[in-house]
DNA sequence: ACGAATATGTTATACTATAACTATCTTTGG
DNA sequence: CCAAAGATAGTTATAGTATAACATATTCGT
């Protein structure tokens, strides 16, 4: 299925790399946003796993791509650009940043985070959306953004699931 | 009813802060654990209100009630032990601190949090957890703890809802 | 080419959290 | 009761995360 989870499975990541890149560059095209070298190359750093990165990783490798020294604020501003265009999300728990695999339509930012080998992977379950709206409705609540962030371990780190079930 | 929305509703908050001391200090009566006077005075200040406080709004006032002034890691020690005792939730994407209602039994962290005024509440949704929990299992991930923040605009700080509805 | 808007560079600083060590208090076994 | 062990809190320093404010450079429409 090409729905199917992907982080936590094996696959060809320079396939994720590219569509990522490939996804960004005709967003902003069609937004009018500015996809910039260095935009794209954050963006990039970002997506060279799918375990989220905090901004002063990236700074570093940046910095060690760059001839000039980098400061934080150039990557807190491309972070904020990429964020804006939901290009990526934030894991607050982390203080970290992952890729949007799925940046083509608006959606919250559902996670599910390994503890042992820090992968993220995205879940879209229509489900666990509408449970979320509906208790927010049911108690007078209007929804702006949510964010929903899932820890344990994932099915190459669980220790039984893999071979006993 | 008993279980109602709590912290968007008007409400006598002084019930809010003798019931949330006096769980607590059953809970860790129990527990064996050892709610001291600072832990308490950090617990109580939490619940000054519904919203969610930060680590070093709290010190402030901590330092503002005491002679000697008071470090950080007298802080964070006292929130790591409320949050092992559950006492306490994490808002990550504030970095802030709030209570919890029912720290009686062990529950995720699922939280609605207004944009406008700041006030948070927490959910707890049958339907919302289950689906979670679904979810993660369809993936072959076992769940260990999660956070569900939703912003948004509560029901006080909606254009409409409270009257056109 | 020009001006406005956007993006990036630069410096400084604010905010959040923890490490490492010392001192004090509490509990418990003798 | 006292001493040892363990837990709590004080103290100092530093690590890690993020933004403010201002200067410079680039891009885009005209």
């Known amino acids: 299925m090409d729905t199917a989870p992907l982080a936590f499975s094996r696959h060809n990541h320079s396939h994720c790399v590219s569509d990522a890149l490939d996804a960004a560059t005709t967003l ?26 905090g901004a002063y990783a990236i700074l570093d490798q940046l910095a060690a791509q760059a001839t000039k020294p980098v400061a934080p604020p150039t990557v807190y501003r491309a972070l904020d650009f990429l964020l ?14 992952i890729g949007c695999p799925h940046p083509d339509h608006h959606h919250a930012s559902h996670f599910l985070l390994c503890d042992d080998c820090g992968r993220a992977e ?39 699931d893999k071979h006993d079930a």
């Open 28 to 53: 902003c095209t069609e937004r009018g946003a500015r996809l910039t070298p260095l935009r794209k190359q954050v963006l990039e750093l970002i997506w060279q796993s799918h375990k989220p990165l």
């Open 84 to 97: 804006e265009q939901k290009l990526i999300h934030r894991i607050g728990a982390l203080n970290a940043y």
């Open 122 to 160: 995205e879940i879209h379950s229509k489900s666990v959306s509408r449970s979320i709206q509906k208790a927010a409705s049911e108690a007078g609540f209007t929804v702006q953004s949510q964010s929903l962030e899932v820890f344990g371990l994932c099915p190459d780190c669980s220790p039984q």
